[in-house]
């Protein structure tokens, strides 16, 4: 009789399989990646790693899910670890800048630009979109009831625009040269936007510290 496995050690077992198959995503994109390759990364059978995943489309979907989970518990407690939402989007502006290039950025990419001639894929990505929307729209709202913004558009145009640049510059910071990208700019370009759209406090400034220039 085989001997039970607490909840806990599965969980573990789970996201080490994750954590393995993201560098391997990382260093060879989605496509070419096999099971096999995960299971040479993560150093187990393929027995195990078929307990929990069936194809590397399941696995890429839930490494998405896992690193999501992370990067939305961030966003939440932004309003609370900031006295203004405007300090709080500008951290939330360092941390994009800081964590340029990434390689995660180009593999989503390449996985998400399929997703037009893949029904269930593009469901999972308009459901991902769904909950960015709702995470950078609630800190809007914050602000709002704080009394510190007063839009002059609806927030949700905003907060489409907002995730839009966000997007796309982490996609350009991927494939091109840094100082062709100017993501400090661009992002100092955003913030002057925002303060025409969300009239925040006088003192909101649209300068970004030339320190975080990703290197």
């Not at 990067?71 to 006295?83: K, M, P, R, V």
């Amino acid at each position: 009789m085989s001997p039970r496995v607490s909840k806990q050690h599965l969980e573990e077992r789970k996201n080490h399989i994750l954590d393995a198959a993201k560098r391997v995503f990382e260093r060879k994109g989605y496509e070419p990646v096999t099971m096999q390759d995960i299971v040479k990364e993560a150093g187990i059978s393929r027995g195990n790693l078929y307990q929990y995943f069936s194809n590397t489309e399941e696995i890429m979907q839930a490494v998405i899910e896992k690193n999501d989970d992370s990067f939305y518990t961030y966003i939440q407690d932004l309003a609370g670890s900031h006295e203004k939402i405007w300090d709080a989007i500008q951290a939330y502006q360092k941390v994009v800048c800081q964590s340029l290039p990434n390689p995660y950025g180009i593999v989503m990419y390449e996985y998400s630009v399929t997703r037009w001639r893949n029904p269930e894929r593009k469901a999972f990505f308009q459901k991902r979109y769904t909950r960015a929307m709702k995470s950078f729209l609630a800190l809007l709202e914050e602000g709002v009831k704080q009394g510190e913004f007063h839009p002059v558009q609806p927030l949700e145009t905003i907060v489409n625009f907002m995730v839009n640049i966000w997007d796309g510059l982490i996609l350009m910071a991927q494939v091109e040269e840094p100082e062709r990208v100017a993501v400090g700019g661009q992002l100092e370009a955003l913030n002057l936007y925002l303060i025409q759209a969300l009239r925040p406090d006088e003192n909101a400034d649209w300068h970004l510290d030339t320190k975080i220039e990703p290197g």
